[in-house]
């Protein structure tokens, strides 16, 4: 079962913010909790090519996606879910790396992502150094780990 990177396509938004609620929702939040981050994580298909929206798609279905947002030297990883049956299974590591080379051939130096507690293990374990906390988007009051990662080159 392979796995390939491909730019989100016309008419994926709802599809790719399904699964983004979806994968958030694994980590045990409340449906009031992932109803105050309904409109962080929607995305809107005039936005997808603008935000840099990669999708990993196995055996014709998606199974993750990332967007690498901003303009070069300084970007921003705005989004990173995996399907939670696929959640273990490498496509994160995949996505993350597909950013990283992305910014790199876009002439990025860094990028920041800031992390839901759950990711924080993962976005070390990619190279991420913790540099701050940073407010949440969707929860008054609620702030986040926000790391910067380096792009070589």
């Known amino acids: ?17 399904d699964l983004a609620l979806r994968s958030k929702g694994h980590w045990g939040y409340d449906a ?9 994580l929607t995305l809107r298909d005039a936005e997808l090519a603008g935000r840099r929206t ?10 993750g996606f990332a967007t690498l947002e901003g303009a070069p030297p300084h970007g921003v990883l ?5 399907d939670p049956r696929a959640i ?11 950013a990283v080379e992305t910014a790199e051939a876009l002439g990025f ?3 920041t992502i800031d992390a ?21 988007g ?4 609620r702030t986040l780990t926000q790391y910067l990662r380096k792009i070589p080159g």
Do not use: K, W
């Open 32 to 40: 009031e909790f992932l109803e105050s981050c309904r409109a962080e």
């Open 116 to 136: 839901d507690p759950n990711a924080e293990p993962f976005y070390q374990a990619m190279g991420g150094v913790s540099m701050s906390r940073v407010p949440s």
């Open 78 to 82: 705005g989004m990173m879910f995996v």
């Open 109 to 111: 130096t860094r990028f």
């Open 1 to 17: 079962m392979t796995v390939s990177i491909r730019p989100a396509r016309p008419g994926e938004a709802s599809l790719l913010s």
């Open 138 to 141: 969707s929860i008054p009051g």
């Open 88 to 98: 273990g299974e490498g496509i994160g590591r995949l996505l993350f790396t597909h």
């Open 54 to 63: 990669a999708v990993a798609e196995r055996d014709g279905s998606v199974v």
